[in-house]
């Protein structure tokens, strides 16, 4: 399946294929221990031009397409999906509203450091008590002395405890449901804000996430994205439509791994003196996976292909997010059936494989909430 890669991907490909296996790999094990992301990472990959791939080169980026970004997100996710998520919200959900709607200031200040891996983002919209209806979010602006005065609480918030800026979704006019939502960006030394804790997860422990407090932290007017009031959620929904292509290009990282090594397994392991391949029904698992993963590499890519000729829809990118995030679980799931007791331990990767694959069904929309916007797309 490689309809949609031009030689330069090809050779995109095999360049960070070499960085990761040099510069993320050896550092895998140690920070899924300590649940601690290696930051010195961010600097070396934007030296590279890995990290905001889409970016022009007038800020300093490669000027790639969303192909290029998704073959990146794909070896990535290969390497590590929990250290690939902090990459994917700075290059994406924490880059993107500034790249399209930000001002020639915010660019300068934000973006062309974001790109360098010199500044980390983090993108700021889910509430305690606003999650997948991000209309019902309760985050304030009120307008202020030539700014606005931010009061909330955002947490998931990926990169939260290490950013030095989040672009925070909050309401400037709370009786507009929806449309009454703008973007703003807090840097991480403005008064008022704080990371309230780090969170401890099931999956994706190498990357960092928190939970972010504003109490009547004041940014300069300067500092919303776009240059009127509302508006915001339409910068939220052309920037998660993206992200959830984004997914799909993760899922295929993780779907090769799981592949990978119930083909080890399965070509190495014996029961009773008998190959464990030699069973019918472990080939037809072995079958199955890898109609999935070609199922999702073909959707994904084309999905990439429309965005860069500018036509997907909401329905094309919830379709890849849908479809990729659970027939992932599903391959996670019989991965880690194939190989009994085995893989439930610590030392084994497809645990590890397992708890991962299962995030990528929440951020973003969840699969409920994909269900919907496809449905909502069929004209009933
Ligand atoms: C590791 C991690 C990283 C994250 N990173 C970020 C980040 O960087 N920035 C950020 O802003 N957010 C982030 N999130 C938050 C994520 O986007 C939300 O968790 C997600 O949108 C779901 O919201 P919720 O957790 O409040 O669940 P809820 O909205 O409370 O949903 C609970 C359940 O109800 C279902 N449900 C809800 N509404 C409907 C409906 N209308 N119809 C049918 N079913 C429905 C959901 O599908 C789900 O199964 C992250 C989450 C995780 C776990």
Redesign the pocket.
């Known amino acids: 399946m490689e309809i949609y890669f031009k030689e330069e991907h090809e050779i995109f490909r095999k360049t960070i294929q070499s960085f990761i296996e040099k510069e993320i790999l050896p550092l895998v094990d140690e920070a899924e221990e300590k649940e601690k992301f290696p930051v010195e990472l961010f600097p070396k990959m934007g030296s590279q031009g890995f990290l905001c791939i889409r970016v022009p080169k007038t800020y300093g980026g490669r000027d790639g397409d969303k192909i290029m970004e998704c073959i990146a997100i794909e070896e990535l996710t290969k390497g590590s999906s929990g250290i690939t ?1 902090a990459f994917t ?1 700075h290059g994406g ?1 924490a880059t993107d509203p500034i790249l399209r709607f930000g001002s020639e200031d915010q660019k300068q200040r934000y973006l062309v450091p974001a790109v360098k891996g010199e500044k980390i983002g ?13 209309a019902s979010l309760r985050a304030t602006a009120e307008k202020r002395l030539g700014g606005y005065l931010i009061n909330g609480t ?7 405890p290490i950013c030095h800026y989040v672009i925070v ?1 909050a309401y400037t006019d709370v009786t507009k449901k929806g449309s009454g939502i703008n973007l703003f960006i807090v840097d991480r030394e403005n008064p008022g804000f704080s990371v309230v804790k780090k ?1 401890t ?1 099931l ?2 422990r190498s ?1 960092e ?1 928190g939970e972010l407090s504003f109490d009547d932290c004041w940014v300069p007017k300067e500092q919303m994205i776009g240059d009127q009031e509302g508006g915001g959620f339409n910068q939220i929904e052309y920037t998660l439509r993206s992200g959830r292509i984004s997914t799909g290009a993760r899922c295929i990282g993780l779907a090769r791994s799981i592949l990978e090594e119930s083909m080890y397994y399965v070509r190495n392991a014996k029961k009773q003196g008998r190959m464990v391949g030699r069973s019918q029904s472990v080939r037809f698992s072995l079958a199955e996976m890898a109609m999935y993963l070609d199922v999702m590499k073909a959707i994904t890519y084309r999905c990439a292909w429309l965005y860069d000729c500018g036509k997907v829809t909401m329905k094309d990118a919830a379709i890849v997010k849908l479809f990729c995030t659970e027939t992932l679980c599903k391959m996670a799931y019989d991965g880690l059936r194939l190989q009994g007791g085995e893989a439930y331990l610590n030392s084994n990767l497809m645990q590890r494989l397992l708890r991962d694959s299962r ?1 990528h069904r ?8 994909q ?2 916007l496809i449905f909502n797309e069929l004209g009933i």
Request: hydrophobic content about 35%; cysteine-free.
């Open positions: 998520s919200t959900l983090a993108f700021g919209l889910t509430e305690p008590d606003a999650g997948s209806d991000a955002k947490t998931f918030i990926t990169n939260g979704a969170l997860k999956g994706h990357t996430t995030l929440i951020p973003e929309g969840t699969s409920e909430i269900h919907l």
